[in-house]
């Protein structure tokens, strides 16, 4: 099932009586064990119904006994293990599965790894019409601005398309520091307000004019100046705008660049291109401008320039340039192919 699924049925009160929750990504976990944590018991039913564990400091024994009590004044008790990827015994867990407890709903938080999909506990929680299972996968870079457009949505606010990807680019995939920042500027607006770039920039720290959004922006714009503006400002800022983000946004454009004009004459419908790529159908201007400037030899020539200055960047042929001299010279290189 999907996060969203997951989250309509709990919503709904419809519950099953083990949920393992695993994977890389903390956010869409974290979410769903607080939904159950809000949803399945009230305040009162809480003191006696709701129990939370670690995984560091019990052994799966001590999950199932505590899963098989039964709820005090209350149609349900919850167990959550928090850390559960640290039981060493997992495997223990097999026997509940098949004779669990049907008043406890058992919340298993395996995270920021992939279960063994080979042994036969968790054979047996990917297939028991008795659990969900849940495995939440990291955001692709390019897929954050639509995400962070309906999410702010659901919330009832609206954000402009670039100040999403302003907020992308500069907080990464990282999606509890996004929806943090995010949840402190909707405090500043009306009901149903418009998150825009001035905002992001006067409240998060985040320069609405020196990111790599903007420097994009120039390079595929040629405006010199503005790129040198950029880049200077990302000298003397290094902390806050690190050389490997700034070539991975790069490199991420200009291997999209290189895909559009290949697939160009077979696939002209903006809204397909731009699903293709991966991408909002608002940045595809991005591409159409930059497709002028930069034709698919040039594309090819850059991504290798990139890779070239992300190994320097990382010592290999280079042992006493800095990051701002090296983005310098990477920056000059790109906008003289």
């Known amino acids: 099932m999907t996060f969203d699924e997951i989250r309509k049925e709990i919503k709904a009160h419809k519950y099953k009586p083990i949920y393992f929750l695993c994977g890389e990504e903390p956010y869409f976990i974290d979410q769903l064990i607080t ?48 850390e559960a990827q640290n039981i060493r015994d997992f495997e223990n867990l097999l026997p509940y599965t098949e004779h669990f407890q049907p008043s406890t709903i058992l919340v298993l938080a395996y995270k920021n790894k992939k279960p063994d999909k080979r042994k036969g506990v968790f054979k047996k929680l990917s297939s028991s019409p008795n659990c969900i299972y849940f495995e939440s996968t990291k955001l692709y870079d390019n897929k954050v601005p639509e995400w962070i457009i309906n999410y702010c949505k659901e919330k009832s606010y609206n954000i402009t398309t670039k100040a999403a990807g302003i907020l992308a680019e500069s907080l990464g995939t990282d999606l509890s520091r996004v929806t943090n920042e995010i949840d402190k500027l909707v405090l500043l607006l009306p009901q149903g307000g418009e998150i825009e770039e001035t905002l992001v920039e006067e409240h998060t720290g ?33 902390k806050n705008n690190p050389l490997v983000l700034t070539i991975t946004a790069l490199f991420r454009y200009f291997l999209n660049l290189l895909t559009y004009h290949y697939q160009k004459k077979t696939t002209p419908n903006t809204q397909e291109m731009a699903k293709l790529l991966g991408v909002h159908p608002f940045f595809m201007k991005d591409y159409t401008d930059g497709g002028r400037i930069y034709n698919a030899m040039k594309c090819a ?32 290189k790109i906008m003289h192919k």
């Open 301 to 332: 020539n850059i991504i290798s320039l990139l890779r070239e200055y992300d190994m320097k960047s990382k010592g290999v042929g280079n042992t006493n340039i800095s990051d701002g001299e090296l983005l310098k010279e990477l920056i000059f």
């Open 206 to 238: 985040i320069s609405k004019d020196f990111n790599s959004f903007e420097l994009l922006s120039a390079i595929i714009q040629q405006d010199h100046l503005k790129a040198n503006r950029i880049v200077n400002y990302f000298e003397a800022n290094p």
């Open 35 to 82: 939904l159950l944590e809000e949803t399945v018991l009230s305040e009162e039913e809480k003191a006696f119904n709701q129990t939370i564990i670690y995984g560091n400091d019990v052994s799966m024994s001590t999950v199932t006994d505590t899963s098989r009590r039964f709820p005090v004044m209350s149609e349900h008790q919850v167990v959550i293990v928090r």
